[in-house]
């Protein structure tokens, strides 16, 4: 059975009321998510909340539904791999099972401010490697211990707070080689990309790497973020212009200013818009699109709504989506 998740992050008001919570949960979703961002990816979306006290909250207003965060970045700019391990080890005594964690090698915009330069994608890719491998040592090590990376070092080091359930390390991957390295490292599989895409070069990269490193990829789990609106299309087309449609352009990855982010995509056109994000009127066409992904081998899928009515998306998903795929 495929998981259905939402990425919240673009329903966050202004006063982080967090309406939607117990929405989603009642709806029948298996996960919320939340970004983790100093910058937003576009300066008018102007919300920038810390995400550890935010998963807090959410796992408080809600009763059993799992929080992700997709992704956080500990590469050693805005976060050592240690204080990560520390974080989500620490919600998890909290609320037992209920978290998962996303990890990527992040963006210009959030972590050169940190990091005082923009490393190779190559070296912030070793340098995830690395701090998966030291997280996993905290969560585990029944003492102290020495970490010799060639970009973390740690003495006698020891983390008295373990999870208290097994946390799954979602790895992301948006390109092709970033899915062999996480086929190689990561628990689960977390992209964002078209069906053609996903089918054609993520998965199976993914799943050959996974092999060659003695991995049984059908224990692996591949997600999938999904954007876009099955209410207000119209509408959302024009906001996804305003404050994402920038990310459409891989370049961008590099650039650490949201405001040129922001310009750069007011050139991206409404069949550029269609192709990527998920834009119906139908909801039969919808889940049609949905159930592709199923069909291709995808057991988690995770829609980030960019309408501006939250409140219909989530009741269209607790009448007709959520139904079709649970039955």
């Known amino acids: 059975m495929v998981k259905l998740g939402v990425d919240a992050t673009f329903w966050m008001d202004d006063k982080y009321e967090m309406k939607f919570l117990k929405l989603c949960e009642k709806a029948g979703f298996d996960s919320i998510w939340l970004g983790d961002h100093f910058l937003p990816w576009h300066h008018s979306f102007k919300h920038n909340f810390f995400v550890w006290p935010v998963m807090a909250v959410a796992a408080e207003r809600t009763k059993k539904i799992k929080v992700g965060v997709d992704v956080t970045v500990p590469i050693g700019g805005r976060y050592h791999p240690a204080i990560i391990a520390q974080a989500i080890a620490t919600l998890d005594n909290m609320y037992p099972g209920r978290f998962y964690l996303g990890v990527g090698s992040g963006e210009a915009m959030n972590e050169k401010r940190f990091m005082g330069r923009w490393p190779s994608w190559m070296e912030r890719m070793e340098r995830l490697i690395e701090a998966i491998d030291l997280i996993k040592k905290l969560w585990t090590s029944v003492d102290y211990f020495d970490f010799n990376g060639r970009y973390f070092t740690m ?4 983390l008295h707070l373990k999870p208290k359930k097994k946390i ?9 080689k970033a899915a062999v390295y996480a086929g190689r490292y990561g628990d689960r599989l977390l992209t964002a990309n078209t069906l053609e895409v996903c089918r054609d070069k993520i998965f199976p990269a993914f799943e050959k790497a996974a092999r060659e490193a003695g991995r049984d990829p059908k224990t692996l789990e591949k997600a999938v973020l999904l954007e876009g609106a099955i209410v207000d299309t119209e509408k959302t087309i024009k906001r996804i212009r305003k404050i994402h449609a920038g990310t459409t352009i891989r370049e961008n990855f590099n650039e650490e ?10 050139g991206v056109s409404d069949e550029v818009i269609r192709k990527y994000y998920m834009i119906y009127d139908d909801v039969d066409d919808f889940i049609d699109h949905l159930d592709k992904f199923r069909k291709i081998g995808a057991q988690h899928l995770i829609f980030t709504d960019f309408s501006t009515a ?15 795929f649970k039955s």
């Open 310 to 324: 939250p409140e219909k998306t989530i009741e269209i998903f607790r009448r007709k989506v959520i139904p079709y």
């Open 155 to 158: 003495q006698n080091v020891y």
């Open 257 to 266: 200013d949201p405001r040129k982010i922001e310009e750069s995509g007011q």
């Open 168 to 176: 799954p390390i979602y790895f992301s991957a948006i390109g092709e």
